[in-house]
């Protein structure tokens, strides 16, 4: 570990907490054969790792957030992570922020986990092709790996929020049935902030497929619809 990556866990260490470090590997399923298998944690808040990754960003090389994200340590990944998400949302020109979509999509193994996805995706791949060619996310979601499926279906976010839907609901046709719940809740949510945008298209979403969708992801997807349809969807009345 380089000298600038052994500073940033020092700094990580003195800020985690053991018996946070103890709920945390339970909380994000790292035990034999659980999604989060043999991840580490050294108990540090996620508001901590914000103020750290803002200091760090800055003077952030790409060799040392290289480090950061394959390092064995769950906050060192996430720090490395969102101080690689502010130096992109800060840097402007296409051809830099090229080379830094080509550097995330190089480590997609070390993003390993819904948070990790989740503080990052939609920020970076989601915001450089929001007006692009979006073949990425289809052949990731046609991956049988859980994070890219998750990583392409959440990286929609960003579009949602521009009031695109066509693609995010395409990915979630797509996605719709897939065997993990963690997929169901990310997909649901989607479709849920579809709906908090336009509720006719989330609406018309689900019920030409809502008879076939998993509990979760329907339960996700109709949180915020009104009571009496949110109970007919839930009573295969639509």
């Given at each position: 570990?380089?000298p600038?990556?052994?500073?940033?866990f020092?700094?990580?260490?003195?800020?985690g907490?053991?018996?946070?470090?103890?709920?945390?590997?339970?909380?994000?399923?790292?035990?034999?054969?659980?999604?989060?298998?043999?991840?580490?944690?050294?108990?540090?808040?996620?508001?901590?790792?914000?103020?750290?990754?803002?200091?760090?960003?800055?003077?952030?090389?790409?060799?040392?957030?290289?480090?950061?994200?394959?390092?064995p340590?769950?906050?060192?990944?996430l720090?490395?992570?969102?101080?690689?998400?502010?130096?992109?949302e800060?840097?402007?020109?296409?051809?830099?922020?090229?080379?830094?979509?080509?550097?995330?999509?190089?480590?997609?193994?070390?993003?390993?986990?819904?948070?990790?996805?989740?503080?990052?995706?939609?920020?970076?791949?989601?915001?450089?092709?929001?007006?692009?060619?979006?073949?990425?996310?289809?052949?990731?979601?046609?991956?049988?790996?859980?994070?890219?499926?998750?990583?392409?279906?959440?990286?929609?976010?960003y579009?949602?929020?521009?009031?695109?839907?066509?693609?995010?609901?395409?990915?979630a046709?797509?996605?719709?049935?897939?065997?993990?719940?963690?997929?169901?809740?990310?997909?649901?949510?989607?479709?849920?902030?579809?709906?908090?945008?336009?509720?006719?298209?989330?609406?018309?979403?689900?019920?030409?497929h809502?008879?076939?969708?998993?509990?979760?992801?329907?339960r996700y997807?109709?949180?915020?619809?009104?009571?009496?349809?949110?109970?007919?969807?839930?009573?295969?009345?639509?």
């Open positions: 570990m380089s600038e990556a052994e500073a940033v020092l700094w990580l260490k003195d800020a907490n053991p018996e946070k470090a103890a709920f945390l590997q339970g909380f994000f399923k790292t035990g034999p054969g659980e999604y989060g298998e043999g991840d580490l944690f050294l108990g540090v808040t996620v508001p901590q790792q914000r103020l750290i990754a803002k200091t760090l960003a800055p003077q952030a090389t790409l060799p040392l957030l290289s480090e950061l994200l394959q390092h340590y769950h906050e060192m990944r720090t490395g992570l969102l101080a690689f998400v502010y130096r992109f800060k840097t402007k020109q296409e051809a830099d922020r090229q080379v830094l979509v080509d550097f995330y999509l190089d480590h997609l193994d070390y993003i390993n986990n819904w948070d990790l996805v989740d503080t990052s995706c939609s920020q970076v791949l989601g915001a450089f092709y929001w007006k692009k060619e979006k073949s990425l996310f289809f052949s990731l979601a046609e991956s049988t790996h859980l994070w890219r499926q998750r990583i392409a279906m959440i990286s929609a976010f579009w949602i929020r521009k009031g695109e839907f066509t693609d995010a609901l395409a990915l046709e797509k996605l719709k049935n897939h065997p993990h719940d963690l997929m169901h809740k990310a997909v649901g949510w989607m479709v849920r902030e579809v709906g908090n945008r336009n509720f006719e298209v989330a609406n018309e979403f689900l019920s030409k809502y008879r076939t969708l998993p509990r979760t992801l329907l997807a109709i949180e915020k619809f009104p009571e009496e349809l949110r109970q007919d969807y839930l009573k295969g009345r639509v």
